[in-house]
């Protein structure tokens, strides 16, 4: 691939082709919650490549809310989307930093939760996930934030797995917003694109 599409429907289908070649696997699994699947989905390969995360950041930076400062994410899946959100930011001339929620506090030093630029407390903060499943890594990144004080209202997501994610998401007064349904890249990965 030598240059990005230059239209957003190009980019997207695009992006979806990535997922479905390196992201998606059909077979039989036991995902991290311990449950049983025939569709595994790892964005890493996509989102640690150059093309995956210039493609990623300006789809995912499409859904952040216009009102957020900052954008978050609990590591490790997080971190290079929050990476390439704030670079496609900074790019078209908007102020939005990078947050990484750690799984636990640091040991030593200030024995922070959060990484990166801190916004002022009550700053809106959009959360970033790589895939949701039953929303538990961005429900825990989502009550570091608000506990430090900060609005969370809204996760924006890769792939949505369709398996409760978006209800445990809104008990907890979140909107999930996704870039494609597991539904979708499984498809995807099944019929794939004829390279013309």
């Known amino acids: 691939m030598s240059s990005l ?12 082709q990535l997922l479905a070649q390196r992201a998606y696997r059909h077979g039989s699994f036991t995902l991290a919650s311990g449950r049983h699947s025939d569709h595994y989905v790892n964005c890493k390969p996509v ?13 995912l930076l499409a859904l952040v809310e216009p009102e957020a400062v900052a954008v978050a994410g609990l590591t490790l899946g997080a971190d290079p989307l929050v990476s390439a959100v704030a670079l496609q ?18 040991g030593h030093g200030t024995g922070a939760w959060l990484e990166g630029p801190l916004p002022q407390p009550g700053d809106r903060i959009t959360v970033l996930e790589d895939v949701v499943t039953s ?11 608000r506990e430090a004080g900060y609005r969370v209202e809204r996760v924006v997501a890769i792939v949505d797995r369709q398996e409760g994610g978006a209800e445990a998401m809104a008990a907890a007064g979140l909107e999930l917003r996704s870039l494609y349904l597991l539904e979708e890249v499984a498809r995807a990965a099944a019929h794939p694109a004829v390279a013309s």
Do not use: T
């Not at 239209?7 to 695009?14: C, H, M, Y």
């Not at 929303?135 to 934030?145: E, F, R």
């Open 89 to 106: 930011a900074a790019l078209a001339g908007r102020c939005l930093d990078a947050l990484i929620v750690r799984k636990e506090a640091k």
């Open 47 to 59: 989102s640690l490549s150059g093309v995956g995360l210039a493609l990623l950041g300006s789809d």
């Open 135 to 145: 929303g538990g890594s961005a429900l825990k990144a989502v009550i570091q934030l």
């Open 5 to 16: 599409p230059e239209s957003p429907s190009a980019r997207r289908d695009q992006l979806l």
